[in-house]
């Protein structure tokens, strides 16, 4: 509960009131007491510049209009005000762009309330400069309204530091704030909401101008209600990009945070399969390409297509070598998983002259030791990164599944290669579906193996079958002696399964339809003796026959 006893302007009422997630409108609905004069102690004055030439934002329409006028509006340079010019009058220049001076203005008549002034020549009478004047000369036109210091204080710590600093401007019934014509319905629909708690505003370019007018008065509670209402809105790719490429001002407010998720969730969904959609992807700028790059559902080959990604990303946006490398050490570079990257990519990396030399031999070797770590420690390991933006040891849902491989050359070529599937994964396969472990290599030649779900033709019952392939590669052929064992409960041992020999062709396969001799409701059972916490472990063994 809150202390009756708090003073309305201490700073943890501010917090509580504006900041608590169980405030809602109905408890605090002002919408009366909006400029009316009987419940209000002072009065703003706005004053509404006029934009430049190319800075309107009436035909802002659509979110590609609106990002292009905002982008000028964050390229404008202000010209500073003359200060020892405004000795009697000083102006809280709030143009929403960027918040510069901060002042007070002393005005001896008293305005009508929301009273629309045209200028005139005579607006410079209140200063001494000829400079100010010339500066005053744009002002299109001047708004006043009754505000209530209490309410407006206790939705805005910009407001609550401006009628509580201490000074004797702060005392002044009178306040100006100074916007260019552009932002004027942002900061109605701000101040409206201020008392009531609504908005009016419906489209996301409008709803997007309150949020940033919202920001740069810290309207908390008005930038979380903007993006709740655009988080409803339809997402598009514009949209979502849009939202990620905000002013670092307002990602960094909490209240906008749900809204970034929720653009990077759907870009991540969109080009899950980046294959379809390769054109786009290149064209994405670094935002959208860092929310794809984080997600664990990348349907990829493997990592190794990733890092191939990344680098012909990185070369079409950033040719000059310097700044690509920049970005790939800076940005880019924590979203690849070398870990999983194969040994031969990982060579390739070492002499990669678009990686910085340290970087990629850190990433190398911290890659090799994680190869080299019993399974057990490498799930440890992932756990541990699970929460961090990088996520480098967890695992992508890849096409072709990791593998561990161990050569020999002599007495003879042979290697064994190690596959661990997760109970998930197999379930997956039914009723007719198969995964492809990653590439491997016995005499210069490249093998995979692939997991099954068949139907056995000779019970008519789906079961669980593994396969041996050769790459495609012209009119080799080899003949090779294979084995498949995989562990068993109780021993957890490895048990042959299937032994043979087979001279291969290119793009040819051989292997076995039901590897456990059981239907595969038997081999999916919850007592299954091949499943050891979670996981299959199979192992094939190869041996090159002379």
């Given at each position: 509960?809150?202390?009756?006893?708090?003073?309305?302007?201490?700073?943890?009422?501010?917090?509580?009131?504006?900041?608590?997630?169980?405030?809602?409108?109905?408890?605090?609905?002002?919408?009366?007491?909006?400029?009316?004069?009987?419940?209000?102690?002072?009065?703003?004055?706005?004053?509404?510049?006029?934009?430049?030439?190319?800075?309107?934002?009436?035909?802002?329409?659509?979110?590609?209009?609106?990002?292009?006028?905002?982008?000028?509006?964050?390229?404008?340079?202000?010209?500073?005000?003359?200060?020892?010019?405004?000795?009697?009058?000083?102006?809280?220049?709030?143009?929403?762009?960027?918040?510069?001076?901060?002042?007070?203005e002393?005005?001896?008549?008293?305005?009508?309330?929301?009273?629309?002034?045209?200028?005139?020549?005579?607006?410079?009478?209140?200063?001494?400069?000829?400079?100010?004047?010339?500066?005053?000369?744009?002002?299109?036109?001047?708004?006043?309204l009754?505000?209530?210091?209490?309410?407006?204080?206790?939705?805005?710590?910009?407001?609550?530091?401006?009628?509580?600093?201490?000074?004797?401007?702060?005392?002044?019934?009178?306040?100006t704030?100074?916007?260019?014509?552009?932002?004027?319905?942002?900061?109605?629909?701000?101040?409206?909401?201020?008392?009531?708690?609504?908005?009016?505003?419906?489209?996301?370019?409008?709803?997007?101008?309150?949020l940033?007018?919202?920001?740069?008065?810290?309207?908390?509670?008005?930038?979380r209600?903007?993006?709740?209402?655009?988080?409803?809105?339809?997402?598009?790719?514009?949209?979502?990009?849009?939202?990620?490429?905000?002013?670092?001002?307002?990602l960094?407010?909490?209240?906008?945070?749900?809204?970034?998720?929720?653009?990077?969730?759907?870009?991540?969904?969109?080009?899950?399969?980046?294959?379809?959609?390769?054109?786009?992807?290149?064209?994405?700028?670094?935002?959208?390409?860092?929310?794809?790059?984080?997600s664990?559902?990348?349907?990829v080959?493997?990592?190794?297509?990733?890092?191939?990604?990344?680098?012909?990303?990185?070369?079409?946006?950033y040719?000059?070598?310097?700044?690509?490398?920049?970005?790939?050490?800076?940005?880019?570079?924590?979203?690849?998983?070398?870990?999983?990257?194969?040994?031969?990519?990982?060579?390739?990396?070492?002499?990669?002259?678009?990686?910085?030399?340290?970087?990629?031999?850190?990433?190398?070797?911290?890659?090799?030791?994680?190869?080299?770590?019993?399974?057990?420690?490498?799930?440890?390991?992932?756990?541990?990164?699970?929460?961090?933006?990088?996520?480098?040891?967890?695992?992508?849902?890849?096409?072709?599944?990791?593998?561990?491989?161990?050569?020999?050359?002599?007495?003879?070529h042979?290697?064994?290669?190690?596959?661990?599937l997760?109970?998930?994964?197999?379930?997956?396969?039914?009723?007719?579906?198969?995964?492809?472990?990653?590439?491997?290599?016995?005499?210069?030649?490249?093998?995979?193996?692939?997991?099954?779900?068949?139907?056995?033709?000779?019970?008519?019952?789906?079961?669980?079958?593994?396969?041996?392939?050769?790459?495609?590669?012209?009119?080799?052929?080899?003949?090779?002696?294979?084995?498949?064992?995989?562990?068993?409960?109780?021993?957890?041992?490895?048990?042959?399964?299937?032994?043979?020999?087979?001279?291969?062709?290119?793009?040819?396969?051989?292997?076995?339809?039901?590897?456990?001799?059981?239907?595969?409701?038997?081999?999916?059972?919850?007592?299954?003796?091949?499943?050891?916490n979670?996981?299959?472990?199979?192992?094939?063994?190869?041996?090159?026959?002379?």
């Open positions: 509960m809150k202390d009756k006893n708090l003073d309305l302007f201490d700073p943890r009422s501010v917090m509580d009131s504006d900041y608590s997630p169980n405030a809602s409108g109905r408890d605090a609905d002002f919408a009366f007491a909006f400029n009316d004069s009987n419940f209000s102690d002072r009065l703003l004055r706005i004053e509404i510049m006029a934009d430049a030439p190319s800075d309107g934002a009436d035909g802002c329409q659509s979110l590609a209009d609106w990002a292009r006028h905002r982008k000028r509006r964050r390229e404008d340079t202000k010209k500073p005000v003359d200060a020892a010019g405004c000795a009697e009058e000083q102006i809280l220049n709030c143009n929403l762009a960027d918040v510069d001076d901060a002042g007070f002393n005005e001896d008549e008293e305005p009508v309330a929301m009273n629309e002034e045209s200028p005139s020549g005579d607006e410079a009478a209140n200063s001494n400069d000829s400079n100010w004047s010339m500066d005053c000369s744009t002002v299109l036109r001047v708004k006043t009754h505000i209530s210091s209490p309410i407006l204080a206790a939705k805005s710590p910009f407001f609550y530091k401006l009628f509580s600093n201490g000074m004797r401007e702060s005392e002044q019934r009178h306040v704030l100074r916007i260019n014509a552009s932002e004027e319905a942002a900061l109605m629909e701000l101040l409206n909401f201020m008392y009531s708690n609504t908005l009016s505003a419906t489209s996301a370019p409008a709803l997007l101008d309150v940033m007018a919202a920001d740069k008065f810290e309207v908390a509670s008005c930038m209600h903007c993006s709740r209402l655009l988080r409803n809105l339809p997402m598009t790719p514009e949209s979502a990009l849009l939202y990620l490429e905000l002013p670092s001002s307002v960094m407010a909490d209240a906008v945070q749900p809204l970034t998720d929720a653009a990077k969730q759907f870009l991540a969904a969109r080009y899950k399969d980046i294959t379809k959609f390769q054109e786009e992807v290149m064209s994405l700028p670094l935002a959208g390409i860092e929310a794809i790059l984080a664990d559902d990348l349907q080959a493997s990592e190794d297509a990733v890092y191939d990604l990344v680098l012909k990303w990185a070369r079409a946006q040719p000059k070598l310097e700044e690509r490398k920049e970005i790939l050490g800076s940005r880019l570079g924590r979203y690849i998983r070398f870990p999983y990257m194969t040994c031969r990519k990982l060579k390739k990396v070492l002499t990669c002259n678009d990686f910085d030399h340290d970087l990629a031999s850190k990433v190398v070797l911290e890659s090799l030791f994680f190869k080299a770590e019993a399974p057990h420690r490498q799930r440890a390991l992932a756990a541990e990164e699970s929460a961090t933006s990088s996520r480098r040891f967890v695992e992508r849902a890849y096409k072709y599944r990791p593998i561990k491989v161990i050569e020999f050359e002599m007495p003879r042979q290697c064994v290669v190690y596959l661990d997760k109970r998930e994964e197999c379930a997956n396969l039914f009723p007719n579906g198969r995964v492809y472990s990653q590439a491997f290599h016995l005499g210069g030649q490249g093998f995979f193996l692939s997991a099954h779900c068949n139907m056995d033709q000779q019970n008519a019952s789906n079961c669980f079958g593994l396969f041996l392939g050769m790459q495609e590669k012209g009119s080799v052929t080899f003949a090779v002696d294979y084995e498949f064992s995989a562990r068993s409960k109780p021993t957890e041992e490895y048990i042959s399964k299937y032994k043979g020999n087979y001279t291969f062709t290119g793009g040819k396969a051989v292997g076995y339809r039901n590897l456990f001799a059981i239907s595969w409701t038997s081999f999916m059972a919850e007592d299954s003796l091949y499943f050891i979670g996981i299959l472990h199979l192992r094939a063994e190869l041996t090159i026959r002379n």
